[in-house]
Structure formats: C-alpha cells, structure tokens
Nanobody, 129 residues
Framework: VQLRAYGGGLVQAGGSLRLSCVAS????????????IGWFRQAPGKERVGVSS???????YYADSVKGRFTISRDVAKNTVYLQMNSLKPEDTAVYYC????????????????????WGQGTLVTVSS
C-alpha cells in the first residue's frame, strides 16, 4: 500500500496537532483493518523510534514517552489512521512517519521498524518552547 502522512507543523509547547496517515493502493478486497499501522518519529541526529501503533485487530500501543498525551485511531471507511497529539513538548520535535504491515503483528515487535513493509514520506512536527 501507499501511505501519505500529513498534518505536521509548528506548535508551541502544550499545544496539539493531529496527524493523518492516508492509505491507498489496496489490492482488491483489502481494507485498512487488515493492516497494522504504526507511527514512528525521527528527531535530528537520532534513530527512528516507534511512537504508537494500531494492530489489524484494533489494539493500540504507545511508547512510554507519549502515553497519556497521544491517541491513535483509525477510520476504515476513510482509509485513514490518526495520531492526536496533545500536551506537546519540545522533545516531540521530529519527522513523523506512518508505516503499514499486512496481517497480525506481535506486540513484542510492534515498534520495530523492520516489522513494517510500507512507509509514508514523513511530516515534520516542530514544538517550540
């Protein structure tokens, strides 16, 4: 599938943003809920890390650094996964990517980049102090 992430921007600390990841290019009969969708981020000079994921079954996972502040959701009819980010901090500044993997995904590898096969282009989030 092809993924397009958007919704990034510049926001002050304490503010909110909602990122969207739109999926397209499904094979006939496929739907978004056949895929695990993950959000990752990469800050300047740092490795890409997992932020949040929703499995094909609808289970959600969050990195400790964003628990209680970020919420992942999906709209299967719109082929879109959202990442609502509240109480943003300067350390949330990064390029955010969404990624997809068809089928089930073990929680033990849900934040591992190589677990995902398709990636979007990234959207920049900048949080000013």
């Amino acid at each position: 599938v092809q993924l397009r992430a958007y919704g990034g921007g510049l926001v002050q600390a304490g503010g909110s943003l909602r990122l969207s990841c739109v999926a397209s290019g499904f094979t006939y009969g496929e739907t978004l809920d056949l895929f695990a969708i993950g959000w990752f981020r990469q800050a300047p000079g740092k490795e890409r890390v997992g932020v949040s994921s929703v499995t094909s079954a609808g289970d959600t996972y969050y990195a400790d650094s964003v628990k209680g502040r970020f919420t992942i959701s999906r709209d299967v009819a719109k082929n879109t996964v959202y990442l609502q980010m509240n109480s943003l901090k300067p350390e949330d500044t990064a390029v955010y990517y969404c990624a997809a993997r068809r089928g089930s995904l073990s929680p033990s590898i849900i934040f591992t980049s190589i677990s995902y096969y398709d990636w979007g282009q990234g959207t920049l989030v900048t949080v000013s102090s």
